[in-house]
């Protein structure tokens, strides 16, 4: 049996989905070692809890200041908007919670650094998402480059065409 991570989901919007959608399926991509378990979603608007049902969270709550102190999550994954990151994060820090943040992390350099100082102050794991980076054509490209299959580069121009955002 492998050991559990709790996990606690701040802001319900669409990635919110996203994110609680990878933390049930990714045992289905890979070998983990533990149990992906979304103890808590935090959102600020209604229905929170149609959100929790739907995806499988255990508890709910609307305001994420009530996840401070709380020893039984490992965690916190925020998905809420930028002006909200930081405050979040250094209470995450300060929790010794591991971290991921949704892009982009916060709204200036300033309150980026001390996002990072106090995550590596408390020694946890903290990421940024960015999750393009594990889109297969993005990764061979990284590894045709590591590889210098593709000789020197002088430039690169790219655009990740998607329709699902249009009407």
Not at 62 to 76: A, N, Q, T
Not at 132 to 146: F, G, N, S
Request: aromatic share 10%; proline share 5%.
């Amino acid at each position: 049996m492998k050991p559990k991570l709790n996990i606690a989901m701040v802001g319900g919007g669409f990635m919110g989905k996203a994110h609680s959608n990878a933390w049930r399926r990714v045992g289905q991509f890979f070998d983990i070692p533990f149990e992906p378990v979304l103890k808590v979603i935090v959102g600020n608007n209604a229905p929170v809890e149609d959100f929790a049902a739907r995806w499988g969270y255990e508890e709910i709550s609307y305001d994420w200041r009530s996840l401070e102190g709380r020893k039984d999550i490992d965690i916190v994954d925020i998905v809420t908007p930028p002006v909200s990151h930081k405050d979040i994060a250094l209470m995450v820090a300060g929790m010794k919670a591991h971290m991921l943040c949704e892009k982009p992390i916060a709204l200036n350099s300033a309150d980026a650094k001390a996002m990072l100082d106090a995550a590596n102050k408390a020694g946890i794991v903290h990421y940024l998402n960015h999750n393009y980076r594990r889109i297969p054509a993005v990764c061979l490209a990284k590894r045709m480059i590591e590889e210098n299959r593709l000789g020197q580069l002088y430039h690169w121009r790219g655009a990740y065409l998607q329709d699902w955002t249009m009407d």
